[in-house]
């Protein structure tokens, strides 16, 4: 199904067409979505129409964001219009607006920030208390979420998406706007999944769902804290004088259409920083954002010279992430930076790798700040990733592309290196914390004093961006060496039986509730847990036990008749037995980095 003309749609259209089908025309709902695709036609005025039969028109008449935010934006010329079939479908055929794209503050975190009152202060101040009004959107995510869980890929169609869509919205209202992110992720999961597009991991759509039910469960026990209960907006403390140096920078890409660019930067004692310029306009947007000007205090610098250089920051204002706002009341002077091997970034590249893993793993939703640096021997490719050893004893790491985009330059730069084993280079990347010690590299250097490594030009102040420089031949130290075979890296989440989890719980995202049931019924009980507690894993066998026994329980009535069972025990020990996962292989990925 190809949907390239139709606008996006806000979540809460689609939900208030969807709620006002009669029973009989939901069936027929999924079939209809398929075919819109084909019959969308570009309209005037910016309009996009889509035709069913010979006197049938749907009509979308987006507004000035581009998206469908209001229910007198989608029209239908039937007679049943609004409460039809046609119009419903359209709408669920278009993709979901980003809340961000309809609401009138800017889209870019990086942005000037509104007034001081609105967008400083501690970032504990955002958090709300939990109302009434909070716990009953909570109640209402979980039960959509716990239904859509038990509903599986499979059964997961448009009526059951718009269920979680009403109750975002419902989220939304209430003053949750990460709850609503939460449950949007889902959906989208879900039509990926079920369209099959291309890159779409089982993986990501079960993190998704474990995520949401989390979420919801904390939320409407009153048990929350400010990272769920938070605005939308996120708040600036005022930081005072701050001296920045630039470490590197990084192409933004996302599943929503935005793009652009993202610099990181070093302060005072080691802490982290970001400047960052995100927009609507995709892949081109974040390729030519890397020397797109920095919107910051008035300083005349684009993002690639700050990656090289520095900032005095007068009137800072920091979030608690690390963002760098761009208030009024800021003002920036362009200063010379350090390179990697100067101080204090220097000082990055000589802390134990463990320490810093540990770190990176601790901050939260704060990690994607902090980054590792290391220096390492490159040893050659394996398979999809580069083999590194970090010097000096440190363990086997591999490297893997921060951005697979084959219009980036990430997997071609990682491909050059390695090509040329036993070169030694600096490495600053983030850490992967659901791979086995893996690093996605975001920039590489010289290491200073050796002679095996990279000779970059001069005025690229000792790195190269990955996501944006490209390394020549003429980059690597003359003389080929001679290829040596790569050892096998030791991948103790690999090894260990918890992959029988993880497959239990994928098998219930993509089948259902059903497909939980039959997985264990088939495969014997015994043989999952069995495993488990041989390697001494016995809450995940615990958990799993209950999970499969919970999946397969059949209620009947009073009459022996088999009846549906509530799916709000089943998603309590699906969410279980899913947290408990990620915390066993997040002990295991950090062990790895010994």
């Known amino acids: 199904m190809s949907t390239e003309l139709l606008p996006p749609v806000a979540p809460e259209v689609l939900a208030e067409a969807v709620e006002q089908l009669t029973a009989r025309l939901r069936k027929k709902l999924d079939a209809a979505v398929a075919e819109c695709g084909e019959r969308a036609e570009a309209g005037p005025d910016g309009s996009v129409v889509v035709r069913f039969g010979e006197d049938t028109l749907v009509t979308l008449r987006p507004g000035p964001a581009g998206a469908v935010t209001a229910p007198g934006q989608a029209v239908c010329s039937c007679l049943l219009a609004p409460r039809c079939l046609h119009r419903a479908a359209v709408l669920g055929a278009a993709p979901l607006a980003d809340p961000a794209a309809a609401a009138p503050e800017p889209a870019s975190d990086a942005v000037p920030a509104p007034a001081a009152s609105e967008a400083t202060g501690p970032a504990e101040d955002s958090a709300a208390p939990l109302t009434p009004a909070r716990t009953g959107a909570a109640d209402a995510l979980w039960r959509a979420a ?37 449950a949007l992720r889902v959906v989208r999961g879900l039509r990926a999944a079920r369209e099959q597009a291309r890159g779409q991991r089982l993986g990501d759509l079960t993190a998704a769902f474990r995520d949401l039910l989390a979420a919801a469960a904390l939320l409407a026990s009153g048990a929350a804290g400010p990272e769920l209960t938070g605005s939308g907006r996120r708040a600036y403390a005022q930081g005072g004088s701050l001296r920045v140096h630039g470490l590197c920078r990084e192409p933004v890409l996302s599943a929503t259409g935005y793009g652009g660019v993202t610099t990181h930067l070093l302060g005072p004692g080691g802490a982290f920083h970001t400047l960052s310029d995100v927009r609507p306009g995709g892949l081109a947007r974040a390729k030519g954002a890397g020397t797109a000007s920095v919107a910051l205090g008035g300083a005349v610098l684009d993002h690639a010279g700050l990656a090289r250089g520095g900032l005095l920051i007068a009137g800072a204002t920091v979030s608690a992430d690390g963002r760098l706002g761009a208030g009024r009341d800021v003002r920036a002077t362009p200063v010379r930076g350090a390179d990697w091997s100067e101080e204090p970034v220097a000082a990055l590249f000589a802390r134990p790798v463990r320490e810093a893993v540990a770190e990176a793993f601790d901050a939260g939703p704060e990690a994607a700040a902090v980054l590792l640096g290391c220096d390492v021997e490159v040893l050659g490719a394996a398979g999809e990733h580069l083999l590194v050893r970090v010097l000096d004893g440190g363990p086997l790491v591999r490297l893997a592309p921060a951005h697979p985009h084959p219009e980036l330059p990430h997997t071609a730069n990682l491909r050059r290196i390695g090509a040329h084993p036993g070169l030694v280079l600096r490495v600053l990347g983030r850490p992967d914390p659901d791979r086995t010690a893996t690093l996605r590299p975001l920039a590489v250097g010289p290491v200073p004093g050796a002679a095996g490594t990279l000779r970059l030009p001069e005025e690229w102040r000792g790195h190269a961006d990955l996501g944006y420089d490209r390394l020549q031949g003429d980059h690597f130290p003359r003389g080929a060496a001679a290829p040596v075979p790569v050892p096998e890296a030791p991948d103790p989440l690999a090894d260990a039986p918890l992959w029988r989890v993880r497959r239990l719980l994928e098998s219930g995202v993509a089948g259902g509730r059903r497909a939980v049931a039959e997985a264990a019924r088939a495969a014997d009980r015994a043989a999952l847990s069995v495993p488990l507690r041989r390697a001494g894993l016995t809450s995940a066998a615990e958990l799993a036990e209950a999970l499969a026994a919970e999946a397969d329980r059949r209620p009947r009535d009073s009459f022996g008749r088999l009846v549906d069972p509530s799916p709000d025990a089943y998603a309590r020990a699906w969410l279980a037995s899913a947290v408990h996962l990620a915390a066993a292989e997040r002990a295991l990925v950090t062990a790895s980095w010994s």
């Open 146 to 182: 716990a239904e859509a869980l038990s509903a599986g890929v499979g059964a997961g169609g448009t009526v059951v998406q718009a269920e979680l869509l009403r109750a975002a919205h419902t989220a939304r209202v209430a003053g949750l706007p990460r709850a609503e992110a939460a």
